[in-house]
């Protein structure tokens, strides 16, 4: 695998010393100590970056390949789950088989949580872990970037600047894609760039295009090229982001300024939030592997939104904010919104919900939905609104579809 050798994962042989750097960085022994004693490591930061490594040293330095350190981490990834999540629940995984590899096209939310929550699962499943598509720009950590590539992880390439080298970086990842799923390596890739910070959720045909570059020379048309990748459409549905207030800001920001320019460090910032934060009930659904695609990127991409939307499982906090945002644009216009949005019943009859819950349990999450809102300034609040209305509009659109005969 030399020609991918810029953007491929670390191999076996490159796990041991990768864990061995990292045993000896004092950046990462520091932010590990900061999540075992936040105390400690105020008053004795020496000290507990002596122990953080003896610590680590005992439970993960014997380590040479990648699926022993990711069986040896399963547990710790359990707990910090089972810490920020009332639950984790899944459905569809009998969609998949441990024969063969698949290629995970998933809705993004959160930078890191959205693929961990992936793997966690199929781990748990008895499957085979994926391979992780992450931007460079990620990379600007030097820690992140080591863990990261410990964890399966492959290079994205952003901010090229000539169309010949972005053509090259995109047949070297659309090669290390194909090869990965053709050596049983599964794969996971979110469905655009970035997060979906409004919740709108749609697939990047131009993501799909770059898929078939490498094969293009194979003989294979289109359709037979993304068969032999058995894509499996993924929907992943928080019931709080933790990161909400945040990407409301860059979303008003960008509305009232014309742009947004991130602060130094802000990825690494949302990164931890994203990980620590509560996050309430997560739902993640596998989609059957597509083996029949059509012979142009748009409409596999519109096939995999389809899938997406249809099968989100909605939570309260989106059907309160579907129902408030159609209140306040009534209200707002002196219009009628154009659906009866006191009727949450006949909605929650509509759309694949993720539980069924009591007048009470409505009551709370409304209630906990409002003090979401009144922590915001008021100029951002519509924008929070949004993303977690946005996937109950989707989802409606998406199961009217699939119900209008062709």
């Known amino acids: 695998m030399q020609e991918f050798d810029t953007i491929r994962p670390y191999s076996d042989e490159e796990t041991g010393p990768a864990i061995q750097r990292l045993l000896n960085d004092q950046e990462f022994l520091d932010m590990v100590g900061r999540f075992k004693s936040p105390t400690?490591?105020?008053?004795?930061?020496s000290l507990l970056r002596f122990y953080t490594r003896r610590w680590l040293s005992r439970r993960f330095g014997h380590f040479t390949q990648v699926d022993d350190l990711q069986a040896g981490l399963s547990?710790?990834?359990?707990?910090?789950?089972?810490?920020?999540?009332?639950?984790?629940?899944?459905?569809?995984?009998?969609?998949l088989s441990k024969q063969g590899a698949y290629l995970f096209i998933s809705n993004h939310r959160?930078?890191?949580?959205?693929?961990?929550?992936?793997?966690?699962?199929?781990?748990?499943?008895?499957?085979?872990?994926?391979?992780?598509?992450?931007?460079?720009?990620?990379?600007?950590?030097?820690?992140?970037?080591?863990m990261m590539r410990l964890n399966k992880s492959f290079i994205v390439r952003r901010n090229m600047t000539s169309?010949?080298?972005?053509?090259?970086?995109?047949?070297?990842?659309?090669?290390?894609?194909?090869?990965?799923?053709?050596?049983?390596?599964?794969?996971?890739?979110?469905?655009?760039?970035?997060?979906?910070?409004?919740?709108?959720?749609?697939?990047?045909?131009?993501?799909?295009?770059?898929?078939?570059?490498?094969?293009?020379?194979?003989?294979?048309?289109?359709?037979?090229?993304?068969?032999?990748?058995?894509?499996?459409?993924?929907?992943?549905?928080?019931?709080?982001?933790?990161?909400?207030?945040?990407?409301?800001?860059?979303?008003?920001t960008k509305a009232r300024a014309g742009s947004y320019k991130k602060a130094e460090g802000e990825d690494t910032e949302q990164i931890m939030k994203g990980?620590?934060?509560?996050?309430?009930?997560?739902?993640?659904?596998?989609?059957?592997?597509?083996?029949?695609?059509?012979?142009?990127?748009?409409?596999?991409?519109?096939?995999?939104?389809?899938?997406?939307?249809?099968?989100?499982?909605?939570h309260a906090s989106n059907l309160i904010s579907y129902e408030k945002r159609g209140l306040l644009?009534?209200?707002?216009?002196?219009?009628?919104?154009?659906?009866?949005?006191?009727?949450?019943?006949?909605?929650?009859?509509?759309?694949?919900?993720?539980?069924?819950?009591?007048?009470?349990?409505?009551q709370i999450a409304r209630l906990e939905m409002e003090q979401r809102l009144e922590a915001c300034d008021s100029a951002i609040r519509p924008y929070l609104l949004d993303m977690y209305a946005n996937p109950v509009q989707t989802a409606l659109d998406a199961i009217a579809r699939q119900n209008t005969p062709d």
Request: with cysteine; glycine share 8%; proline share 4%.
């Open 40 to 45: 400690l490591a105020r008053w004795a930061p």
């Open 163 to 252: 169309p010949r080298e972005m053509r090259d970086a995109y047949i070297t990842l659309s090669g290390f894609i194909n090869h990965s799923v053709a050596n049983n390596e599964n794969i996971w890739i979110a469905q655009r760039e970035g997060r979906a910070k409004d919740g709108l959720d749609f697939t990047d045909p131009a993501i799909i295009k770059m898929f078939y570059m490498s094969c293009k020379k194979s003989g294979l048309s289109f359709g037979e090229a993304m068969n032999k990748l058995r894509i499996v459409p993924v929907s992943i549905s928080y019931e709080y982001d933790p990161c909400d207030g945040d990407k409301a800001r860059e979303l008003e």
């Open 275 to 314: 990980l620590m934060g509560f996050k309430g009930h997560v739902h993640v659904h596998f989609g059957a592997p597509i083996i029949d695609a059509p012979e142009n990127a748009k409409e596999l991409a519109a096939r995999i939104d389809r899938e997406v939307h249809a099968n989100y499982h909605l």
């Open 110 to 146: 959160d930078i890191v949580f959205d693929p961990m929550v992936v793997n966690y699962l199929l781990f748990r499943n008895n499957l085979r872990t994926t391979r992780i598509a992450i931007g460079d720009n990620l990379l600007a950590n030097r820690v992140f970037a080591e």
């Open 75 to 95: 547990g710790y990834i359990g707990d910090l789950i089972e810490n920020t999540t009332t639950r984790v629940t899944t459905s569809g995984i009998e969609n």
């Open 329 to 362: 644009f009534s209200q707002d216009s002196g219009q009628d919104s154009g659906r009866d949005v006191n009727d949450l019943d006949a909605i929650r009859e509509s759309v694949v919900t993720a539980g069924n819950w009591s007048v009470e349990d409505m």
